[in-house]
């Protein structure tokens, strides 16, 4: 009976590996370094991670049912390109969800339910000024998604986080160099605020401004 303890444990180390590579990728999609388009190999890219194609191979079909890269037949997968009507559309689906859903928030959400988001919107900024891009989305991302969790509807903050995935800002550089990314870093704070005070129609008009200017950094990029 000795023999089966191992398993889970190597089945769990396999996972992590894969989700480690997973994390990677998106991080290298959202720098800019995968570029839209072009198609990228799994033994290619796991020589430059150290590690065998498998886990590679793995991670890139997570990221195949996220929208972000689409298989090519014995080649590898192509990173999907995002259209500006695609962008679009996610942002107005985003802001069909995200806005109300706020506003129900601030109604609703004890002040320290809120208060304990404030660490966060301030990695958000402190990622932005230290031009930490990926520490800037990955705080963004645990920002937005624990705020709309206080509604208490699972399989929204499921969808909100597929949509944020599929419309992920790759090439930040450029607008981290434009200075762009504080000033928008900046507006989860006054968001914050705003539902701390209980102003459900100012949260409301906040987060629609927010995602509207999230919106025009990916006009600026695309320009």
């Known amino acids: 009976m000795g023999g089966h303890l191992k398993q889970p444990h190597l089945i769990t180390a396999q996972e992590r590996l894969r989700d480690q590579v997973a994390h990677a990728l998106r991080a290298a999609l959202i720098s800019g370094e995968l570029q839209p388009g072009l198609v990228y190999s799994a033994p290619a890219l796991a020589a430059d991670f150290g590690i065998s194609a498998t886990p590679v191979r793995e991670a890139m079909l997570d990221l195949a049912r996220e929208g972000l890269v689409e298989p090519v037949r014995n080649k590898g997968f192509r990173v999907t390109e995002v259209s500006e009507h695609d962008l679009d559309q996610y942002t107005e689906l985003r802001a069909l969800i995200e806005v ?8 609703s959400a004890a002040p320290e339910q809120l208060e304990a988001l404030r660490p966060v919107a301030e990695e958000i900024v402190a990622s932005a000024r230290d031009h930490d891009l990926i520490g800037y ?5 645990r920002f937005h998604l624990s705020l709309l969790a206080l509604h208490g509807n699972d399989r929204l903050v499921e969808t909100v986080g597929e949509l944020r995935k599929r419309a992920r800002l790759y090439g930040l550089t450029a607008l981290d160099e434009r ?11 006054e968001l914050l605020d705003l539902m701390l005070a209980g102003d459900a129609p100012a949260a409301e008009e906040c987060m629609a401004r927010h995602l509207g200017h999230v919106r025009s950094l990916w006009a600026a990029e695309d320009r």
């Open 100 to 107: 109300p859903t706020v506003g129900a928030v601030t109604r």
């Open 137 to 141: 989305l990955d705080a963004d991302r």
């Open 179 to 189: 200075g762009m990314l504080v000033a928008s870093a900046r507006e989860h704070l």
